[in-house]
């Protein structure tokens, strides 16, 4: 039973096709598991184990009866609360939306349904997915945060009790939390997946990712959930997505990357910077340092102004009605949106596409780019999800990012990101399986 926990969702979906092993077996398992590790690790916010077997089974006597089978079939994933959920509540971590069940279920849910996947439960959000932390603990240490706002979804995965789980970025939600739990984490190209049916809180930043065991894993939900999607304006129409196949090939020629430290490398820890200077070291001719032009420096103001200005309309409405509902940090989060010009929030927009010209010419000459996925290692306390600003940056300019768990740093894990151009994430998985790959190979 404690292997099947451990088994990434590429490889137990292999299993259950080929019937080596049945969907109710490793549901059974992940029940036990959960049983064992959530009291302390507090990742989910509903979790039906009987509802989860019969899913399990229906899942089963579907392959039993010989019917088509989807790429995710029998494989269970946890969904972050904030994804609508027909079957179960979708409360969005607040006070303002108990016992909400939705009359539909999202668009990613949708799909992964479609896959053959079973939804496991829904896992634990900041509140509406902005700063004020919810009860998840670091499965790695019980005193350290997970980070956020995606903190269920990355300490499932983590703490053995989902293969997969899927999680939202504004702005370091998904990385930030997967470094800091040791897990591989994913946010897209912005307007990949469809966020129909996902809460809203700041359209032009928003992003479904996903947390798993192996890029694979990655790549497999991405092909299942990058259908193209009318209802979400920001989605762009492409042919259907095949990453797997690109991900888990052998790069025509090995990769290079760029190191960037970003103009907040100052705000690493020493160990970070030792760590991944150490890294450009160990990939020699493969890697090489590359200053970003003057411009970047503001990149933190400019997605805070995004962001706030457009949580602030998102959440205006409950802020007026409910306010006493709601954390003192996210009030201030609103209270600051609201004080944002009409020019100041145009010209952020307007830096948004400037930028990435500008980041264009680093992809002319390398791959990928690495840095930090976050300051240090998960930060001790849970008044907090720890600092996103490794993130920011990226996902201001919606590009894909990967937090590959390669290192660690007193005693945590400490992902590193990999970068890659706009539109092009199966390449950029492909390069960090390379450099995963040859950082194993020379260990």
């Given at each position: 039973m404690e292997q099947l926990t451990q088994l990434s969702a590429s490889n137990a979906a292999r299993a259950i096709a080929s019937g080596e092993i049945k969907s109710v077996e490793l549901v059974t398992a992940l029940v036990r598991q959960i049983a064992a590790r959530e009291p302390e690790v507090q990742a989910f916010v509903h979790f039906d184990a009987e509802y989860l077997l019969q899913q399990a089974r229906t899942a089963d006597l579907a392959r039993e009866e010989g019917r088509e089978l989807g790429p995710l079939h029998g494989v269970p994933v946890a969904l972050k609360d904030i994804i609508d959920t027909q079957d179960m509540p979708t409360e969005h971590g607040s006070a303002l939306?108990?016992?909400?069940?939705p009359g539909a279920d999202a668009s990613v849910v949708n799909i992964l349904r479609q896959a053959?996947?079973?939804?496991?439960?829904?896992?634990?959000?900041?509140e509406l997915a902005v700063l004020h932390p919810g009860k998840t603990r670091n499965p790695h240490n019980l005193g350290h945060t997970p980070g956020g706002s995606?903190?269920?979804?990355?300490?499932?995965?983590?703490?053995?009790m989902a293969p997969l789980a899927l999680g939202t970025?504004?702005?370091?939600?998904?990385?930030?939390p997967a470094s800091f739990c040791g897990v591989y984490g994913y946010k897209p190209s912005f307007g990949l997946i469809s966020?129909?049916?996902?809460?809203?809180a700041a359209p032009s930043l928003d992003t479904v990712g996903v947390f798993g065991r192996s890029i694979e894993d990655l790549a497999l939900a991405a092909d299942c959930m990058s259908d193209y999607d009318a209802r979400d304006a920001s989605m762009w129409m492409r042919s259907r997505a095949t990453m797997r196949p690109v991900a888990m090939s052998e790069p025509p020629i090995p990769p290079t990357f760029a190191f960037v430290k970003t103009p907040v490398w100052d705000k690493a820890g020493a160990q970070t910077q030792e760590a991944f200077l150490e890294l450009v070291d160990a990939l020699g001719e493969r890697c090489a340092g590359v200053e970003l032009q003057a411009g970047f420096e503001h990149a933190t103001a400019w997605l805070r102004t995004i962001m706030l200005s457009e949580i602030a309309r998102s959440y205006g409405r409950l802020y007026d009605e409910g306010r006493s509902q709601m954390s003192a940090v996210l009030s201030a989060a609103i209270e600051e949106g609201r004080s944002f010009s009409a020019v100041h929030y145009l010209r952020a927009r307007h830096a948004q596409n400037a930028l990435y010209s500008m980041l264009e010419n680093v992809f002319e000459g390398f791959d990928a780019i690495l840095t930090?996925?976050?300051t240090g290692p998960a930060p001790l306390g849970l008044e907090t999800t720890g600092d996103p600003i490794f993130c920011t940056l990226w996902s201001l300019l919606g590009?894909?990012?990967?937090?590959l768990p390669l290192l660690e740093v007193d005693g945590l894990p400490l992902g590193v990101q990999v970068i890659g151009q706009r539109r092009d994430d199966a390449r950029l998985l492909r390069a960090a399986r390379w450099l995963e790959r040859h950082l194993q190979s020379h260990s």
């Open positions: 939306f108990a016992g909400r069940t053959g996947a079973i939804i496991l439960g829904k896992t634990v959000t900041a995606s903190s269920g979804s990355a300490a499932a995965v983590a703490a053995h970025q504004t702005n370091g939600s998904v990385i930030r966020r129909h049916g996902v809460l809203e930090p996925p976050a590009v894909p990012s990967v937090s």
